[in-house]
């Protein structure tokens, strides 16, 4: 069982605020730059206009926008610039981002002239523009867009497009401190809540139903100050992303959670198993300990690889070859992703190469900075159930320069849930 007193040092409520501003600030200011180097990439260009807003605006200050807008970002050896163009009547509101070193404003000649004077007089050899074919916070250059950008840059620049992709899973995948800080919190409100829910004081076996399990789990976010960005409680057959029913829990049952409470607008996604012990039993089944071990270990096995240099795939690899050597079936999906503002962040992801399901973010390289959720699922069809279910293990990770540290405490064991008749609990009763 997780001993929560020791991993939380007294802590009781979310307290964890961002500075959106500031994180914006660096951002743009501190991981842009190095990440426009680390890809090569000597422009930016950021295309956008209204009811086409390109997915990114909101990262480079640009709550909204009407005409056609750039956001320009480029290197050069006097150093690293951001220029905005943008009609008249846009520009204020960039303006008071802060973030630019100069904005041009237009009028009724249109944004074309201005663009193709700042892209001749740079003369970038690498322009990065926003389309994507599997990562969908670089795809936001519509192709009427790309069409504009064509009559007015001409082939001699069009031709040194290249995808953002990379760039913008740099730019966004990399977390600030203080992002981590969010992160860190809302992991360890999840585990607590979690481990607090999954005890005799709230299970009443053959009462409580999945349901109502992740109702009190939701009102213990809320008194402790967290948000809840989703919630899964599952027992019998998988069912994937799936809202928790009205099926009771008894004894035999294993409980799978996956949830995640959230601090400071960052969520968290962590997973636990655990056995309801009959009245006859003091301890989970042979059958259960043995899928947990193998669990465990493919966990750790895919935590071990998720380190700077290596791939998403490299990760997958680990975890899913150790299962299947183990004789079991391959997971249908990947090994983890990343988190941040998002239970589904964006980051490389820890996945197989099947082209057509992940694409090419399974090849991108994990870079320190970046936090990662690490599921690898053991899926499993047992005679006396008849029917698919699955173990389930999830820790959410940082990568460091010397390690990848596991965020909060990990699990170790199959938490165990006392059966037995309803005592003075503060649990669930009806």
Not at 415 to 421: D, E, F, T, Y
Request: hydrophobic content about 40%; aromatic content about 6%.
């Amino acid at each position: 069982m997780l001993l929560w007193a020791a991993a939380t040092s007294g802590m009781a409520t979310a307290a964890v605020t961002v500075d959106r501003e500031a994180i914006r600030r660096d951002r743009v200011g501190i991981i842009l730059p190095e990440a426009m180097a680390a890809h090569d990439i000597d422009m930016w260009l950021v295309f956008a206009r209204e009811n086409a807003e390109d997915p990114i605006l909101p990262t480079l200050g640009v709550a909204h926008i009407v005409a056609r807008g750039a956001l320009v970002f480029w290197r050069d050896e006097a150093g690293f610039h951001k220029t905005a163009i943008a009609a008249s009547y846009d520009v204020d509101g960039i303006k008071k981002s802060g973030l630019y070193d100069e904005v041009i404003s237009y009028k009724q000649e249109g944004i074309k002239p201005h663009i193709a004077e700042l892209v001749r007089k740079i003369d970038p050899a690498r322009i990065a523009v926003n389309r994507s074919r599997d990562v969908t916070m670089s795809d936001g250059l519509t192709a009427g867009m790309q069409g504009y950008l064509e009559e007015a840059l001409g082939k001699r620049y069009t031709k040194r497009f290249v995808s953002a992709e990379r760039l913008v899973v740099s730019l966004l995948g990399r977390k600030l401190p203080a992002e981590i800080a969010a992160l860190e919190d809302a992991v360890l409100g999840t585990q607590r809540i979690i481990e607090e829910a999954l005890t005799a004081e709230v299970i009443n076996p053959g009462v409580t139903t999945e349901k109502m399990l992740d109702d009190w789990m939701r009102r213990r976010a809320e008194e402790l100050g967290y948000g809840v960005a989703f919630g899964s409680v599952v027992t019998g057959p998988s069912r994937g992303h799936s809202a928790p029913t009205d099926r009771v829990i008894g004894g035999g049952d294993v409980i799978r959670i996956d949830w995640g409470a959230t601090s400071g607008g960052y969520a968290a996604d962590i997973q636990r198993t655990a056995y309801v012990l009959r009245a006859s039993e003091k301890k989970a089944p042979d059958w259960v300990e043995t899928l947990w071990k193998d669990t465990l270990a493919a966990n750790r096995a895919a935590i071990a690889a998720c380190r700077p240099g290596n791939t998403g795939l490299d990760v997958d690899r680990a975890a899913r070859g150790l299962l299947v050597a183990a004789g079991h079936p391959e997971y249908p999906h990947g090994t983890g992703h990343a988190i941040g503002q998002k239970v589904h962040d964006v980051g490389p992801m820890l996945g197989p190469d099947w082209p057509e399901r992940y694409g090419a973010p399974v090849n991108f390289t994990i870079e320190v900075g970046q936090v990662f959720a690490i599921e690898p699922i053991i899926y499993t069809t047992l005679p006396q159930f008849g029917y698919e279910m699955h173990l389930g293990l999830e820790e959410d990770v940082l990568v460091e320069k010397d390690e990848t540290r596991i965020l909060g405490t990990p699990q170790t064991e199959v938490i165990l849930v006392p059966s037995g008749p309803p005592r003075s609990r503060a649990g669930l009763t009806r």
